[in-house]
């Protein structure tokens, strides 16, 4: 069994740069600081998947969700099974997001052909879908970005993938590598380059 490689969850100072909720000056515990695999491996109580050769024990597997991209096309993530995916919650507004667009846009154009799909959960904060869909124009973003379709189903969402890896979704950009068969193998809070997503997905395409 390969050995888990994720990134050690830890405090992302999220107040200097707006992106995030407000948290309380307090030292991080041993439990806020849990790697995602071993948040994900204590709540895996129901999901009891069949161990694969790349998969880390306890993974559980990704909620199911309906979004809408920025055209109006709903997607859900059952559509996408079979593809590695690199789940990112973001947000225009947000600057430590903006430094991972163009690794996103650089990883999707190598590794799409092989299976890779980045899909971008934009958390808003006042604007409208039509501004998301001109950011992404304005960028190049060339990868499915998803959004609210009439309602606060991306907060439902955050809220749903808090509780599969054990966690709150509270600071953005949080990054989950999702494999083939749809399950949560790893994950990043707070930027990180190409080359660091590469080397977690790189198991599972």
């Not at 225009?92 to 052909?113: A, M, Q, S």
């Not at 950011?135 to 808090?162: C, K």
Request: charged share 20%.
């Amino acid at each position: 069994m390969r050995t888990f490689q994720t990134v050690t969850i830890v405090s992302f100072l999220i107040l200097s740069i707006g992106c995030g909720q407000k948290h309380e000056n307090k030292s991080v515990s041993a439990e806020q600081s849990e790697p995602v695999s071993e948040k994900v491996a204590k709540n895996n109580t129901q999901q009891k998947p069949v161990a694969r050769p790349n998969r880390p024990p306890g993974s559980t597997l990704a909620p199911d969700f309906t979004l809408a991209t920025t055209s109006g096309e709903l997607v859900s993530m059952s559509d996408l099974r079979g593809k590695v995916i690199l789940l990112n919650f973001w947000g225009t507004w947000c600057g430590p997001c903006r430094v991972e667009l163009p690794d996103f846009i650089k990883l999707y154009d190598k590794y799409n052909k092989d299976g890779l799909e980045i899909v971008g959960i934009t958390i808003r904060r006042g604007e409208s879908i039509k501004d998301v869909a001109k950011f992404q124009d304005q960028w190049g973003l060339n990868y499915l970005l998803l959004n609210d379709i009439n309602g606060n189903e991306v907060s439902e969402v955050t809220m749903a993938y808090s509780q599969a890896i054990g966690q709150m979704i509270n600071g953005i950009p949080t990054t989950l590598v999702i494999d083939r068969e749809g399950f949560i193998v790893s994950g990043f809070i707070g930027p990180r380059r190409e080359q660091v997503f590469y080397n977690a997905i790189k198991p599972y395409l």
